[in-house]
């Protein structure tokens, strides 16, 4: 069964930086784009990043763009998210999701990290 | 604010139908954009509950529904139980292809 798992949170201080990691398994990781969408604390469901499946091609929302990168290593079946330039309102969950392309939706989600931005 | 606007709250009782509406524009749900929906459970992960506006993956009860008309859809829940307690967001995407989210209907079985 697809698994997907996330690690790396943590508390930063603003300014600061922080990578999260996706461990998949249980489906063709390299066959699937990825994404990472965030839940701050009450929130709702904000989209990050996304990256394709061979890694070629990423896509940011505005809020996040020029400070946050996201990729992937294939031969490791791992996505990450590199999170550098941290705001208190990049508090939020951090969650991974395999992406079906033919419908655009997330199929799977991890659990999701929990990253925390404070002084 | 989100792209997708849904009611912050809807309630009701074990046994009756409720419906969640998600109202997009001209260039998300109104340019032809599947509507998805997800089910995140208290202090649980989203998953997806609804795709392709009508779709209920493998293991979804046929209590839920989906539609799609215009620039907005609806999620609907009949024979509610106290285990559909839950906040729903519903999703789909803009003209860039990038995905759009609701704000969240928080679900409460009274």
């Known amino acids: 069964q697809v698994q997907l798992m996330e690690s790396g949170g943590g508390v930063v201080q603003p300014g600061g930086s922080l990578r999260l990691s996706c461990a998949a398994s249980?489906?063709?990781?390299?066959?699937?784009?990825m994404h990472w969408v965030r839940q701050a604390p009450g929130k709702g469901l904000e989209w990050v990043a996304s990256?394709?499946?061979?890694?070629?091609?990423?896509v940011y929302a505005d809020s996040v763009k020029g400070r946050f990168t996201i990729s992937r290593d294939n031969s490791k079946k791992t996505l990450y998210l590199h999170l550098s330039s941290l705001r208190p309102e990049d508090t939020a969950v951090y969650f991974c999701a395999k992406f079906e392309v033919v419908g655009y939706y997330l199929d799977h989600w991890g659990q999701g990290a929990r990253v925390t931005v404070t002084p | 604010q989100s792209v997708l606007t849904q009611p912050p709250s809807v309630s009701g009782a074990p046994g009756q139908r409720v419906t969640i509406s998600c109202a997009g524009g001209?260039?998300?749900?109104?340019?032809?954009?599947?509507v998805h929906w997800y089910q995140q459970l208290p202090g649980k992960a989203p998953t997806l509950l609804i795709f392709?506006?009508?779709v209920r993956p493998s293991g979804v009860p046929a209590r839920f529904s989906g539609s799609k008309s215009g620039t907005s859809a609806s999620l609907a829940i009949t024979g509610l139980q106290t285990e559909d307690e839950a906040e729903y967001y519903c999703q789909s995407s803009d003209s860039n292809l990038n995905l759009v989210f609701g704000g969240g209907t928080k679900l409460t079985v009274l």
């Open positions: 001209s260039s998300d749900i109104g340019a032809g954009h599947d």
């Open positions: 249980g489906f063709s990781f390299r066959s699937y784009a």
């Open positions: 392709s506006n009508i």
């Open positions: 990256v394709s499946h061979d890694g070629n091609k990423q």
